[in-house]
């Protein structure tokens, strides 16, 4: 079973351009999420899909950043435009689950995009 | 969310047993405790969950007192392989669907 995939593992953009990181979850997972660690913090909920839909976004910093999961499968976060402070490691994560998280669930996360705003 | 106080970082040898304790004195009836693994420049992975007692699986054991105000992740005769940050989360699905992580603890397994 292929685990989660992430691309690009590494982007390096120039502050006001625009990214779009990919995310390829388990065959199957109907939950995907979105983390981050900016440099010396802690990981980060930033967003959680159940297959198409947006069930809880409330840690998405500013409007600046955009997720989307058409069709419930892949999901792409794009940011535009970047900021240096949006620099870190981008997670994707998913699960089987059947809407809400379980606490006996497992999360499925992927190897993250390490981005860079100069 | 219920907090979690960890150790920043531990030290320890191969072939040794490595005890991390996780403190979660705000735990909530419903809270679950749950521990993940993360590799340099990997995303964390799932290592165990508990509730209480005690827990095992291939890879750790999960030691959780009655009070349930702390737990103890044990990981039996490490290897190089085992240096990683560890992370210790509590929660219920009740308070919404983030994973909410703390500082974690470096662990170093040196030869």
């Known amino acids: 079973e292929a685990g989660v995939t992430q691309f690009p593992s590494h982007s390096v953009i120039e502050k006001g351009q625009t990214v779009t990181l990919r995310c390829d979850p388990i065959s199957g997972h109907d939950n995907l999420y979105w983390y981050r660690r900016v440099m010396g913090k802690e990981i980060k909920f930033l967003l959680h899909f159940v297959k198409e839909s947006k069930q809880d976004e409330s840690g998405m910093p500013n409007n600046r950043f955009l997720a989307e999961r058409t069709g419930g499968t892949y999901s792409t976060l794009k940011v535009q435009p970047a900021e240096l402070e949006d620099s870190g490691v981008y997670f994707c994560?998913?699960?089987?689950?059947?809407?809400?998280?379980?606490?006996?669930?497992?999360?499925?996360f992927g190897s993250g995009t390490q981005l860079s705003v100069l | 969310l219920a907090k979690t106080t960890q150790p920043i970082s531990m030290d320890s040898y191969e072939g040794q047993e490595v005890n991390i304790t996780c403190s979660h004195n705000n735990i909530a009836t419903n809270d679950y405790i749950t521990w993940y693994q993360q590799f340099p420049s990997q995303g964390p992975r799932f290592i165990i969950q508990?509730?209480?007692t005690k827990v095992t699986n291939e890879v750790a054991s999960l030691f959780i007192p009655a009070d349930r105000k702390s737990s103890t992740l044990s990981l039996p005769r490490v290897s190089l392989s085992d240096t990683a940050v560890y992370y210790c989360?509590?929660?219920?699905?009740?308070?919404?669907?983030?994973?909410?992580f703390g500082g974690g603890t470096r662990v170093l397994v040196k030869p």
């Open positions: 989360l509590v929660g219920t699905k009740a308070a919404g669907n983030k994973l909410t």
């Open positions: 994560a998913s699960s089987r689950g059947q809407g809400r998280q379980s606490t006996n669930e497992k999360l499925f």
């Open positions: 508990g509730y209480k």
